[in-house]
């Protein structure tokens, strides 16, 4: 099975900063296999990026996702009040199903 | 617009059975599979599960392999989630989500666009 970890566990940053958030895969993914969630306490997941850099419809171009092989990067460019919340990164393992990261928490500073 | 709803809160004592529903529409059903997805309070996100609603198969959480069953009703576009011989740590909230398999350029492409609200599941002696 394959391992999502992310990091780092919480980020503390401020309005208007930028965010990098890592998610690293204990073997390699395939690219198309990756996609990032935002929760909001007492919300649903929601699906941010999916292919590991296509935006999800309506999703504001501040959000991007890159990345291949065992290391995949969500970046938030200039963060929106609205933007702190906890994000998870998930992958597809064939027969095995899916795996989430343990999430990272993006609070204010 | 696209959406899932699913039931009510419940309350379940040790060794019971909860069974969850998700009732979908804006899509059509048959197109998609289902995967369901469970949050224990304070915790991560966990994979239970998956069905096509196109031909009822499934794929199990190895975890949950035994006590687990999906199933669909196409008639009502619905899903269900049974999860049996329930135990204090599967207190949790239950979403369902639309399983999105897309085949594009060559690639296929998994992730979950749509999701329930969630059902809180309390497993209390």
């Known amino acids: 099975e394959i391992v999502l970890t992310q990091s780092p566990g919480t980020l503390s940053l401020s309005p208007g900063e930028r965010a990098t958030l890592s998610c690293r895969a204990s073997?390699?993914?395939?690219?198309?296999?990756l996609a990032w969630y935002q929760q909001k306490p007492g919300q649903a997941p929601r699906l941010l990026i999916y292919?590991?850099?296509s935006r999800a419809t309506g999703i504001p171009d501040r959000f991007s996702g890159s990345g291949s092989g065992t290391d995949f990067t969500l970046t938030i460019s200039r963060l929106e009040p609205e933007d702190f919340a906890v994000y998870y990164c998930?992958?597809?393992?064939?027969?095995?199903?899916?795996?989430f990261g343990q999430g990272t928490k993006l609070e204010i500073k | 617009q696209v959406q899932l709803v699913q039931s009510g809160a419940e309350v379940k004592k040790p060794g019971a059975s909860v069974k969850v529903s998700c009732k979908a529409s804006?899509?059509?059903?048959?197109?998609?599979?289902i995967s369901w997805v469970r949050q224990a309070p304070g915790q991560g996100l966990e994979w239970m599960g998956w069905?096509?609603?196109?031909?009822?198969?499934?794929n199990y959480a190895q975890k949950l392999q035994g006590r687990v069953t999906m199933t669909t009703d196409t008639s009502t576009s619905t899903a269900y989630m049974e999860l049996r011989s329930l135990r204090s740590d599967d207190t949790a909230v239950y979403y369902c989500?639309?399983?999105?398999?897309?085949?594009?350029?060559?690639?296929?492409?998994?992730?979950?666009?749509?999701w329930g609200k969630g059902t809180t599941v309390t497993v209390s002696s």
């Open positions: 292919g590991a850099s």
């Open positions: 989500a639309r399983d999105q398999r897309q085949l594009y350029a060559g690639y296929y492409y998994y992730y979950m666009d749509v």
């Open positions: 998930q992958q597809y393992g064939s027969s095995l199903g899916y795996t």
């Open positions: 804006g899509y059509t059903f048959t197109s998609y599979g």
């Open positions: 069905i096509s609603a196109y031909n009822g198969n499934t």
């Open positions: 073997q390699s993914v395939s690219s198309s296999y």
